[in-house]
């Protein structure tokens, strides 16, 4: 796999296991198979966003040209060239449903419902990995961009740096605060 490509997954599955460490950690799982199931949900999660490619192309703009190419990859069975595809050519795509501060929003609502439900471990590590992978995910197009103006499409005003800091902070205090009443 190309540098760039493993680079940018190496940092999303590192967030990943932190996550997963954190929750099996405070849940204190009792066997083996519960710890596997918390690790596999988190690990899971860090792929979750990319699934925004796969819908675009078959789904929002099916004839255009990122569209054509992702599904002749898919189709030729190319894994690991699929995925390179994607991080050499994700910033070609406007206007994403899922790598957006718009599904921040529902994540921050999903993942405070998961807190507080009693539903399996394997879900709320995949909800806290997808939800952490999107804080990392919008840090770097905003610092590769210098603006948030790609996260923040669905904002009449887009916010500025301050703005951004503080949407930062917050997010990150509902992930801990989420956290420790899970």
């Not at 703009?61 to 050519?89: M, R």
């Not at 795509?93 to 921040?104: G, P």
Request: proline share 2%.
């Amino acid at each position: 796999m190309d540098n760039k490509v493993a680079s940018s997954y190496k940092t999303q599955i590192l967030i990943s296991i932190v996550v997963a460490i954190i929750v099996i950690a405070l849940k204190v799982a009792r066997g083996p198979v519960e710890m596997a199931t918390m690790a596999l949900g988190a690990l899971l999660g860090t792929f979750l966003l990319d699934l925004e490619y796969f819908i675009h192309a078959y789904f929002f703009e099916p004839e255009a040209e990122f569209s054509v190419n992702l599904k002749a990859y898919i189709k030729h069975k190319d894994i690991f060239g699929t995925f390179k595809f994607i991080q050499y050519h994700k910033n070609e795509l406007k206007d994403k449903a899922l790598n957006s501060a718009l599904f921040q929003l529902i994540l921050v609502g999903i993942v405070i419902y998961i807190s507080y439900a009693t539903t399996a471990y394997f879900i709320k590590a995949m909800a806290f990995s997808v939800y952490a992978s999107s804080i990392y995910l919008m840090l770097e197009t905003y610092f590769q961009s210098g603006s948030g103006n790609e996260w923040f499409w669905a904002l009449k005003s887009k916010p500025d740096k301050n703005g951004v800091i503080a949407y930062t902070f917050v997010l990150i205090a509902v992930l801990i605060f989420c956290l420790t009443i899970f």
